[in-house]
């Protein structure tokens, strides 16, 4: 087979749509997919295999409204079960894949039943990154990622008094305004010197910090945690750090990022590196295979074609996209605007772009007190803005970067700058209000 047909074979990327596509994992990228491949005239088999009990259901409410009571399971299912006969996909949920073997395209289910596909989708998630050290399976010590530990962690919440959250990152910030708005104390331990390190700029970081010690966080920065310990009875009681500090606290919620799920993919002989390795139309080493949200690494355009893994619903969902179209017979290689929002308390953060890494922040203030963007520059060029409080601005900023906009520091800096006014300029003539 030559090497043009050999990418061909089974990727959609050619006149010979596959016929049976199975999706492993049913979280937010894989029933996209099986959504858009619908959407997209797709009409061969579609089977969505998910290990969890759950219809597919989105993640981002687990850290805000569900965990403060404000949304419940029905907020969160990303579709009703009817929808899945209405649409020909079979849902297998609750089920397991053990492995696959590329060779003879089968995917096989830890029941040890057997799945053959044309196309095969990787859509398996991330998982918590654990922490290596003693007392973590005491009492009231809690993780987050699914629906059942954000039930357990609800719970928990309850009927405890005082949080210690380890990780200063997104979602322990979300869970330390609901704690603080359910009247819980709360102390976050961050091993970095200011909050949310690795994804914000620390011009947004410190106004973030202001926020949440005003709303009674408290903060340890440069310190981190190593060791729980707890009563006789197992109940957790508190941390302590390396520093030799020990901080009192009868639930302690882990959040120190994430792993990909790689390991089927790996097992397998595809390459991985932080995430599955897919080139820009998605697909991994096998051209039959395809790898979309969490758990894969593709090359940005955003980061001058250097592969990034990002952990994002934006991400899961306009991957997904990209592959339901090529399976369909339309390429659509990946390229879309990286975004990503987090509720922090009364405030909402949205990132465009990547702020992270930056050599120089600007910040322009909103009308209203509380609203303002950061404008992050790499090598001269605009390469992130964080919008706090501002959907306008960074409805923008999207509309900028999709239209490859360029802005300079200088553009930033002058007096009479407006986002809105430079987007509309660069943009395709749609309004941003
Ligand atoms: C608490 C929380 C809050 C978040 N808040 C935000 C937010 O505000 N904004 C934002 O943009 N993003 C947010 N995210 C991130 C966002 O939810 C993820 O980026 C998104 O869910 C990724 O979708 P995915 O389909 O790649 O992975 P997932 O949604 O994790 O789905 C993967 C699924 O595959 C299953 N699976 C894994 N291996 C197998 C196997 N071998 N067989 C069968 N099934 C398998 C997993 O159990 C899981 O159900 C949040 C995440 C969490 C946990």
Redesign the pocket.
Known sequence: MLEKDKKAAGSGSSGSSPQKVVI?????????LAMSLREEGFAGNVTL????ADL?Y???????AY?KGDAGIDNLRLRPEAFFDQNRVTLRRG????RIERAARRAI??SAETLPYDHLVL??????RRLDIEGTELKGVFQ???RL??DALKDGLAAARRLVIVGAG??GL??ASVARALGKEVIVVEAADRLMPRTLSAETASAFLRMHGESGVGFVFGDSVTRLHGDTGGRVLGVVTRNGSEIAGDLVLIGVG?VP?V??AADSGLEVANGIVVDADLLTTDPAISA?????THPSRFADGAKLR???????IDQ?RSVAARLAGRPKPYASVP?????QGKWKLQIAGLSTPYETSLRRDGAREGQFSVFCFSGGKLTGVESVNSPADHMAARKLFGAAGALTIDDVENASFNLRAAAFATGDGARCN
């Open positions: 492993v994992g049913a979280g937010q990228a894989g029933l996209q295999i998910g290990d969890e597919p989105q993640r981002p409410p687990l850290s805000k965990l089920e397991r894949v053990a289910l830890a859509a398996t998630g991330a998982r918590n987050l990622r699914s530990d954000a997104f979602i979300e869970c994430v799920n390991e089927l979309i949200g969490d758990c894969s990002f952990e994002s619903v934006q991400n899961a997904a975004w990503f929002w987090s509720d």
